[in-house]
């Protein structure tokens, strides 16, 4: 369902945050376009229930009752309720995102975010007055959404709109307290006690997320695509206790709880229950499907035998450790890290981009509760999320069976949560299934992959010498069952595939070459709301040199080993590898990778129009503006009395057309106001006031007020 916010005064939707200019701004997209966050219209609604409820005579227990199960429980894990919120834009915001780059590439300034701001935006100050005299540092300057937009002779009102998603549907009472509780919702924003954030809403509560099924998998792999919709925290702890930090990727684990979560909900099972079913066993719980790590773009982790130099330019070469240069030896190098894709030399770094938003709360959440009457203050945080509009790639393995079921039951394309605070203003993404496309760096032996480092351009590959590359963490067990990470249970894993005695020797592991870190997984079970215990493992870009052997084809081998990969709970995406032809290059070339952004068009939308309209109405008002300044500084004007010149200040601001102004001037005709106008030549010989397209208001506005810095300029310095 769609809910539309129509302003009718000022709003300061604030951010929380200010500036050196600007003590109270409202929050907005990268972008420019100023927005209402999800989760605080969702409080608001959930405030305006709450009195509905109390106006149409119903007790609180009703009350708690029917808005947690709209809104959720505070503080649950599980019951979200049965709304999702998301962001609040402008009205067709949708298309705007389309046309914009396209448009910010042909007129890069007249769309850039400090100029759309102005667009959508005005300020204010105001001070506090204590027996009629300002309050000292009371002074404020907040900046406020417009609650109409000008452009020519038209006015029209600004409208947010945003969907509100239904986790369940609801039923005919529920639908009408919300309608209700939206009608009721009136005021949004800091100081709406003060004359702001005066708003007029409605709902349709018409939905069109229906399942698209047309897709059968042909293979024993499909291609899965995730689009972000929204703002998406995938959480990660990092030590910092205020802020909540995003994973850059979308783990295999994380993605077969989602798809769990919608097979639970269009199969009509449930948590306790799911188990018992033979198709949700066999995809979810018995390790014969495997769902891989989604990447942004398709890129991987750069492999960690690429480093870079330390305290050099961000843009210098980087060097493969394994064999570096004669000549620097002794300099010390660091990975490079993050993600990308790599062709021969050329390595192109992709990642994806994430924003911080700025969050508070307080104790009591009651309506208009002020914190000064609190004994405890609120609280502060900050989220960490991916950007919407970006896109993350990965695959589903599997039985063609198995694959087929899980697709059809949830189907192939359709929109869900994902992260934390899904219920209000993050979470929202697409996924669409896909068939496999075979590519031209794929063979027959499972080699020249994507991140191709160095491998021989034959497949032949006499010395045997590979490059072993970690795409995803690596768990391995040790002869106890617990999980280890070191070198011999690497190679003893690795025996499955290979024979590996000439790297076995008197009981002690060797390899040619590592470039190796460690790290830990963690993973949270929503079932039983609890974290597993933390397993070493192997970080994902690890990187291992080594001289395989096979008893029987070497290429068979490492086809086998690349699909089944290596390792612990590879159904959940761990243990992902690749092998390369080895051929050690000293040097790469970085390049940093475009973001990717919504396909562009050149399709005409309104609100674009009209922030360029506006745009070639203030500089051509700046340019008459620089005109009438010029034109002011000439001496004969300067015989004009200050008296004469705030009187036609008021003529030209009170008079509504040209046709007023000229008759005011054609009174003064033989009077010595009209002959001091003749002098000077702002009047004709036909004693016409100099009024027309190129000197409007605006201009003469302008003329007459510099005129009169200019008087008093020099009458200073006569003075």
Same mark, same amino acid.
């Given at each position: ?51 509905? &409820? ?53 007129? =890069? ?59 369940? =549907? ?132 750069? =492999? ?20 570096? =240069? ?105 996924? +669409? ?171 005409? +939308? ?41 009187? &036609? ?30 002098? +000077?030549?702002? +009047? ?36």
């Amino acid at each position: 369902m769609k809910l539309k916010i129509t302003l009718q005064s000022y709003m300061l939707a604030g951010s929380g945050e200010g500036g050196s200019l600007i003590d109270t701004d409202i929050v907005f997209h990268k972008t420019g376009f100023p927005y209402l966050p999800g989760r605080r219209v969702k409080g608001l609604l959930k405030e305006n229930l709450f009195e509905v &409820m109390e106006m149409k005579g119903y007790d609180e227990t009703e009350i708690c009752k029917k808005v947690n199960t709209l809104f959720g429980k505070e503080g649950a894990e599980q019951n979200e309720g049965k709304l999702g919120f998301r962001n609040f834009y402008v009205q067709d915001w949708e298309n705007v995102k389309q046309a914009l780059p396209d448009k910010m590439e042909k007129n =890069p300034f007249v769309y850039s975010d400090e100029n759309i701001k102005q667009f959508y935006t005005t300020e204010i100050q105001q001070t506090a007055i204590v027996n009629g005299i300002a309050k000292p540092t009371s002074l404020r300057n907040y900046r406020v959404i417009k609650s109409f937009l000008f452009n020519k002779n038209e006015t029209k009102p600004l409208i947010f709109e945003g969907n509100i998603g239904e986790n369940e =549907p609801l039923e005919q009472e529920e639908k009408e307290l919300f309608n209700e509780a939206v009608l009721n919702f009136r005021y949004a924003g800091t100081r709406r006690n003060r004359g702001f954030g005066k708003i007029k809403c409605s709902i349709d509560f018409s939905s069109s997320n229906e399942l698209g099924k047309d897709f059968e998998a042909n293979s024993d792999t499909i291609d899965i695509e995730i689009r972000t919709l929204s703002p998406v925290v995938l959480s990660q702890q990092l030590g910092e206790k205020n802020t909540v930090f995003t994973e850059k990727i979308i783990s295999g684990n994380r993605l077969r709880g989602l798809l769990a979560s919608q097979y639970i909900k269009q199969a009509a099972l449930t948590f306790k229950n799911a188990h018992k079913d033979d198709s949700f066993f066999n995809i979810f719980l018995s390790g014969k499907v495997s769902f891989e790590s989604l990447y942004y773009n398709g890129s991987t982790p750069l =492999p960690l035998h690429i480093h870079k130099y330390k305290n050099k330019k961000a843009e210098d070469d980087l060097v493969n450790v394994f064999k570096k =240069p004669e000549d620097k030896k002794d300099e010390i190098t660091k990975p490079e890290g993050g993600f990308g894709t790599i062709n021969g030399s050329n390595i192109l770094i992709s990642k994806p981009h994430t924003t911080f938003f700025f969050h508070n709360s307080r104790p009591n959440r009651s309506a208009g509760k002020s914190l000064e009457e609190e004994k405890e203050g609120g609280s502060i945080f900050y989220y960490e999320a991916l950007d919407e509009e970006q896109v993350f790639l990965g695959k589903i393995k599997g039985d063609v069976k198995l694959l087929n079921k899980l697709v059809q039951t949830i189907g192939n394309k359709i929109k869900l949560q994902i992260g934390r605070s899904r219920s209000a203003q993050y979470g929202e993404v697409e996924l +669409v299934f896909k068939e496999t496309e075979t590519t031209n760096n794929s063979n027959s032996n499972g080699l020249g992959m994507k991140g191709n480092i160095g491998a021989d351009t034959n497949n032949a590959n006499s010395s045997n010498t590979y490059l072993l590359i970690l795409e995803t963490p690596l768990i391995l067990l040790n002869e106890y069952g617990e999980a280890e990470a070191n070198g011999k249970n690497l190679l003893t894993e690795l025996k499955k595939y290979f024979s590996l005695a000439g790297f076995v020797e008197n009981g002690e592991t060797k390899t040619l070459d590592v470039a190796a870190a460690f790290t830990t997984v963690e993973q949270y079970n929503a079932v039983w709301q609890s974290k597993s215990s933390k397993m070493p493992a192997y970080k994902e870009g690890s990187a291992f040199v080594l001289n395989l052997k096979s008893a029987t084809d070497i290429e068979t081998a490492i086809q086998k080993a690349t699909k089944e990969g290596l390792g612990e709970y590879k159904e959940q995406g761990f243990g992902k590898i690749r092998f390369e032809s080895y051929k050690a290059i000293d040097i790469f070339k970085k390049h940093e990778a475009e973001g990717n952004k919504p396909t562009g068009n050149n399709a005409s +939308v309104k609100i674009l129009d009209d922030i360029l309209a506006q745009y070639k109405q203030v500089e051509k008002n700046t340019s008459k503006k620089a005109n009438a300044i010029k034109d002011a500084q000439q001496k004969k004007y300067l015989d004009l009395s200050n008296h004469l010149i705030g009187r &036609m200040e008021r003529m030209i601001e009170t008079k509504a057309t040209g046709a007023e102004v000229q008759n005011w001037i054609k009174d003064t005709m033989g009077k010595p106001a009209g002959e001091k106008l003749s002098k +000077v030549g702002l +009047v004709n010989r036909d004693h016409k006031f100099m009024f027309d397209d190129d000197h409007d208001t605006i201009y003469w506005l302008t003329f007459f007020r510099m005129l009169r810095k200019l008087k008093k300029l020099k009458e200073e310095n006569n003075g």
